[in-house]
């Protein structure tokens, strides 16, 4: 499994106010203390990201939970284009209903799929956190760390 690093989001426009001396400390120390609390070495952890080793599934699990996040967070679902996120929606479609709105620029749940209801609950969180987001009421930190634990 590819895995995503949980430290991407590093060099967006969140982090610009942070001098980058402290933002390369802040990611070695994290490096190292993943690396301590899981029993590997930092350079592991960095083969990880690089996809130059693979984790197994329980690496997995104990890096996310060193980390405080989701194991989903570090999946790399390898969509890089809009073709690829094409096609992963055509595979979700039969089991989580989604399928194109009727405005033909956006998607909807088609109801009579197996898992739509939980799909329903699962947008109907994200629409809530994103407005918290938007309105001012979270930070883009705290958004953050919400999709990761997500």
């Keep these: 499994m590819r895995l995503r690093s949980p430290y991407r989001h590093c060099g967006n426009t969140q ?3 942070i001098p980058k001396g402290l ?3 802040q ?3 994290a490096h190292f203390t993943t690396g301590e609390k899981i029993g590997v070495s930092e350079s592991t952890i960095r ?3 690089t996809n130059f080793r693979t984790p197994k599934q329980p690496q997995v699990e104990a890096i996310a939970e060193a980390l405080d996040i989701s194991p989903l967070a570090l999946k790399d679902f390898r969509v890089e284009n809009a073709r690829d996120l094409l096609g992963l929606l055509l595979q979700l479609e039969d089991e989580f209903g989604i399928v194109p709105a ?3 620029s956006g998607l909807s749940i088609d109801v009579s799929a197996e898992k739509a209801p939980k799909t329903t609950q ?3 969180a994200w629409a809530a956190k994103r407005n918290e987001l938007e309105s001012g009421r979270i930070t883009p930190e705290e958004y953050a760390d919400w999709k990761a634990k997500f």
Aim: proline residues 0%; negative net charge; hydrophobic residues 45%.
């Design 15 to 17: 982090t610009r106010s």
């Design 23 to 25: 933002l390369a400390l």
């Design 27 to 29: 990611f070695v120390l």
């Design 47 to 49: 083969h990880y990201e």
């Design 102 to 104: 009727e405005n033909e």
């Design 122 to 124: 699962m947008l109907k």
